[in-house]
């Protein structure tokens, strides 16, 4: 029999994973440490952990396992309605984690040798969903101060099916202004494109709903917003996040997802989460403090150019310091912590890291152990 990789589809065989941060099992396997021992940076979580209140849920939900979970999530997507005024449950499809949204997107509309436009750098999923399917990317190199101008999109998108956005942008923590986004979405519009917003970490931002463009999506019939579980809720490792959109592209994606996606676990717990309002508020006030004390922090450090921070992380070049990221992110790793090497990212050179916001003392430690590094290339960080 021939080769088996010669019956597969082209653009499997040429498919490279996707590089994640968050990656804490790899490290335990490489290391030897212990999962105590290690402090993750590198994934940009709510540091509280899920709420208690979805712990609780969890545990009353056990006695769901032993019965099919709700294929089509129907008091989750219901419950994610309460907040807003204008959509129902049929503008609401919940996913195995956003990224499976973001994968069954790209098998609905995508078909081979379609344009999809994607930002350099952004996160690397877009890229990912596009190829299996036989599209193909077409990335916008963002300017030196990454932020995300409407023009540059606007003037590629000739022939493209596709826009993926991200807002605020992974790894940069950069917002777009609702008026630029909302620029991008009527101009695709005229011309039959669709607009792909993930709104992955928004909850983090200061004022979000002035900058999400969910309360816009009865407005624009190419308009789909992504959001996640896995961020501000920390239900990361149940897998769970939603879409919203016109019913039109929520009846197609219900087409093509999997029976049961998502399991009973996740859906009571994201229900119990959407319900905590305390849960975010004191989340609200964690980062906001935090964050105020990392980028005060890491400014003392002369190495490092520093970007505009507004969701729960924080973007770095370290051109400066002497060290690549891959080499900061191994010294790092010696004292058990772990951040991101943003070198995998399209559009990006070896030198630029993120570290999430997380509790004072948590961040303390990072502080010192980045202190401790830098004086390696006598840096002086007193
Ligand atoms: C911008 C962005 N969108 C979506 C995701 C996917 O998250 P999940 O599948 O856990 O919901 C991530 C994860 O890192 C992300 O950074």
Redesign the pocket.
């Known amino acids: 029999m021939k080769a088996i990789s010669s019956l597969a589809r082209e653009e499997v065989k040429n498919l490279k994973p996707c590089v994640?941060?968050?990656r804490v099992w790899d490290i335990i396997n490489i290391t030897g440490l212990r999962r105590e021992e290690i402090l993750d940076f590198s994934?940009?979580l709510n540091p509280f952990g899920p709420p208690q209140t979805a712990i609780e849920s969890i545990k009353r939900g056990l006695n769901q396992i032993l019965i099919y979970p709700d294929s089509n999530s129907t008091t989750l997507r219901q419950t994610i309605t309460q907040s807003y005024d204008e959509i129902n449950k049929d503008n609401v499809i919940i996913?195995?984690?956003?990224?499976?949204l973001?994968h069954l997107f790209a098998e609905v509309f995508l078909e081979k040798g379609d344009i999809a436009i994607i930002l350099a750098p952004?996160?690397g999923?877009y890229e990912n969903a596009v190829r299996k399917r036989g599209g193909r990317p077409k990335f916008i190199n963002l300017s030196q101060d990454f932020n995300v101008e409407p023009a540059p999109i606007l003037h590629n998108i000739s022939g493209a099916k596709v826009v993926f956005l991200?807002n605020p942008?992974?790894p940069t923590s950069i917002l777009m202004p609702r008026d630029s986004l909302i620029e991008i979405v009527e101009r695709t519009s005229e011309d039959d494109i669709l607009v792909f917003l993930?709104e992955?970490?928004i909850e983090f931002v200061d004022k979000k709903k002035s900058y999400s463009l969910i309360d816009e999506v009865n407005k624009y019939p190419n308009l789909f917003v992504?959001r996640?579980?896995?961020?501000i809720y920390g239900l990361?490792g149940l897998?769970?996040?939603y879409g919203i959109a016109q019913r039109e592209i929520i009846d197609l994606l219900f087409k093509v997802k999997l029976s049961w996606n998502v399991n009973c676990i996740a859906q009571v717990a994201a229900i119990a989460a959407l319900n905590d309002e305390k849960y975010l508020r004191k989340t609200e006030r964690l980062i906001n403090t935090e964050k105020a004390f990392m980028l005060q922090e890491l400014k003392r450090i002369k190495g490092f150019k520093i970007f505009p921070a507004d969701a729960n992380f924080v973007f770095l070049d370290v051109r400066r310091s002497g060290f690549t990221a891959p080499q900061l992110k191994k010294e790092m790793l010696r004292y058990g912590i772990i951040i991101r090497d943003c070198s995998s990212f399209t559009g990006l050179d070896e030198y630029y890291i993120r570290v999430a916001i997380r509790t004072r003392s948590e961040n303390e430690r990072l502080m010192e152990a980045l202190n401790k590094v830098m004086r390696i290339k006598g840096f002086d960080t007193t």
Request: charged residues 15%.
């Open positions: 994640h941060g968050g994934a940009n996913g195995n984690g956003s990224t499976e973001i952004s996160f999923e991200c942008n992974n993930d992955a970490f992504l996640s579980f896995t961020k990361t897998r769970v996040g």
